[in-house]
């Protein structure tokens, strides 16, 4: 037999009125400064929270995992993009595949530990199986936070350790020969990738970036990146000269495309000049490596990306070796050298 307890606390204040302090440190007024009618209103508050309590544990028993699941979808729909949606549902399909349609709570490390295992028999990059990863996690805290879980199994299995690599960007003969190919064939395309290139943003932010985001007279552009986080970046010459070859208009979506269609045409392109082994984000990691290159410190690279951390952005501080090695030697050594040392015998 399990037995329920709900906290709550019945007071009154130096006012004189009746309060219900709930669990979480939650207070109400009960609007009254009679005891008995108190004491009779707390009592009926207690057999309603009782009763929800008693509804939640016979949901949280039965719930199954496709029945979380889409509950979960449901409330996605109204705060993410279509996008992050239709990644979630592919996911939860995929989990589903694997596991069964069992209950929500009978879901333990074990499984998942076996999941992933699975991701990397497939050859999956754990870079993907990190990303099916963490949408996992997230449904799973927030079946937690909804009462349908004790705990979150995923809090207690680590991520797929992912080599570190240096990111892949492009050459500048490569950029001219792709950009100039794309201009003649698909002008409005080319407007499109050179402002990634120009910005360092993602192709989602620009996809949806507006006229009203971007304020010429200011020289500011407002960017809306991930979990709805608002950036503002500079509006350089290069970059106002393509805003006003491309409008501006007064309000709407500055390019028309779906995501995947960008993803598709410059995929397209690849393959004509030899370069498959490179893709759309990779005109994000030029961008930020050749400022990297160029001297430009890691903090303002992170700024403009709008990287949640540093350690994000210090994947491109290995390209500022050449730069730091002739600071150095300015400094130390040549005829311009700023302090005057003796040669070692």
Known sequence: MIALKVEMKLFRRKNGYWYVRFERGKEKSLRT???????????????????????????????????????????????????????????????????????????????????????????????????????????????????????????????????????????????????????????????YVRFLLETGCRRNEILYLKWEDVDLAAGRIRIRGKGDKVRSIPIHRSLRALLEELGPRKRGRIFPWHPSTVTHKFKKYLRKHGLEELKLHNLRHTTASWLAMKGVPLKTIQELLGHSTIAVTEIYAYLQDDVIREALETVFSGKNQAIRLEKVK
């Open 33 to 191: 400064k009679d005891k008995r009618l108190a004491h009779k209103l707390f009592r009926e508050l207690q057999k309603e929270a009782l009763k929800g309590r008693l509804i939640l544990l016979e949901k949280r028993e039965k719930i199954s995992l496709s029945g979380f699941f889409e509950e979960y979808l449901e409330w996605s729909e109204k705060s993410k993009s279509p996008e992050t949606v239709a990644k979630e549902r592919w996911i939860f399909r995929y989990f589903l595949d694997y596991c069964g349609n069992k209950p929500l709570r009978s879901i333990k490390i074990r499984d998942i530990e076996l999941f992933l295992s699975f991701l990397r028999s497939k050859g999956r990059k754990p870079s993907g199986i990190n990303v099916i990863y963490r949408h996992l996690k997230a449904a799973f805290n927030k079946a937690f936070e909804w009462g349908y879980l004790r705990e979150n199994p995923f809090s207690k299995v680590k991520p797929v350790k992912v080599p570190k690599r240096p990111p892949k960007f492009f050459k500048p003969e490569d950029i001219e020969k792709l950009f100039a190919d794309i201009r003649e064939k698909e002008p409005e395309f080319y407007f």
